[in-house]
């Protein structure tokens, strides 16, 4: 596996794989990596294409105040569960050659980007649309892997990746629980053993919510209600808890099939995300 920070030497790889007559594959992430990242290589590499992994904590994405100095940074580490994982190059950027000083340019992805994360949290999926962009330039994959945990994220590239005619196929990974239910992500890393027991709420509710929908409590709203209630009832606190058609994330009536319950909470100073897919069992 190579591991490369300049962009020249990226792209001469990528030309080299393609002048062989090999499909390239990316894989962005954030680092932290885990058995939830792992599953997309290996999903990236399902077609025997080359894949590359992108290492980049993207400051675009990141809030005043929010967790980017503390988001946890493991190079070797990760570099070490990709090179196992089958990874050609894992490509770590560094952010003042991605963003030089006089970065003036922004993605914005309109419609899909309001609500749920986007009300949450300002300008972030502006900063994943931004980031995702440059690194589909760079790369110029055929195919994109991302994980299902971040819906609304999903959602918003492949609307870019459509309304901006990438050339790029837009695959989704299933979500990666852990044996309580937990969606995995690199941010669970923060919780104190308590509140890991109190975070395992989250899931907790949402799989019941699905349950009840599928014995006919399908009407969205009083199923928000429910679930907003029995997260706080555990002691989470709510940022929100929308059905939507996970295509548009616009909020929907009614529950079923081809729609998706996401929520957001904070256990202390933790946020953690998770979504489950309406009509589906498991």
Do not use: C
């Not at 077609?47 to 809030?63: E, M």
């Not at 081809?258 to 256990?267: E, K, M, S």
Request: net charge neutral.
């Amino acid at each position: 596996m190579n591991t490369v920070r300049d962009l020249s030497a990226l792209r001469a790889l990528v030309r080299e794989a393609r002048s062989s007559g090999t499909s390239v594959a990316l894989v962005p992430t954030m680092g932290a990596l885990h058995e939830g990242h792992l599953s997309l290589v290996r999903l990236a590499r399902k077609d025997r294409g080359f894949t590359v992994v992108s290492i980049f904590v993207n400051p675009l994405q990141f809030a005043p105040g929010e967790d980017f100095e503390r988001y946890p940074r493991r190079e070797a580490n990760d570099a070490a569960m990709l090179e196992a994982a089958g990874a050609d190059v894992v490509y770590i950027p560094d952010a003042k050659s991605f963003y030089p000083p006089d970065f003036s340019t922004a993605v914005d992805v309109a419609g899909v980007s309001e609500g749920g994360e986007g009300a949450a949290r300002p300008g972030h999926l502006r900063g994943v649309a931004t980031v995702v962009s440059k690194l589909f330039l760079q790369v110029q994959p055929d195919v994109a892997v991302f994980g299902r945990k971040d819906l609304q994220q999903l959602a918003v590239i492949r609307r870019m990746a459509r309304d901006l005619d990438f050339p790029i196929r837009i695959e989704a990974a299933p979500i990666v629980r852990e044996s309580d239910g937990l969606a995995l992500s690199s941010r669970n890393a923060y919780l104190s053993a308590e509140e890991r027991r109190k975070a395992a709420a989250l899931p907790r509710a949402l799989f019941a919510a699905r349950s009840r929908a599928a014995g006919g409590d399908a009407e969205a709203r009083e199923l928000e209600r429910e679930t907003r209630d029995e997260l706080e009832r555990a002691g989470l606190a709510v940022d929100y808890v929308d059905v939507v058609d996970p295509e548009t994330m616009r909020r929907v009536d009614r529950a079923g099939a081809g729609t998706a319950l996401a929520a957001a909470v904070r256990v202390g100073k933790t946020r953690l995300l998770d979504n489950v897919s309406m009509g589906e069992e498991g």
